[in-house]
């Protein structure tokens, strides 16, 4: 049996076996399998691991797949000023 597990931020991280739980299936009659914590039953849709994640919802016990933002490219750094200044140089400034 398998179950679908989350993270903190409810963001589908994996599937993982569950273990069974022996005294509830001997009691029951049938195979009763533990949920680990941070997991559910229900199995996320399909979705593009690229650009997107799916996010689990507990009161509804479903998944929904969310868009990943856009990369974010850095501007370029600013060139350098010329003349580089040493700490002399700025404690002369500030003491006169």
Known sequence: MKAYCYNVEMEYTGETVCQLDPVHSEREGRDVFLLPASSTWTPPPAYDPDTQKVIYDYISDSWTAVDLPHEVIPPEPA??????????DLLSVLLS
């Open 79 to 88: 060139e350098p000023p010329e003349k580089t200044y040493t700490a002399d």
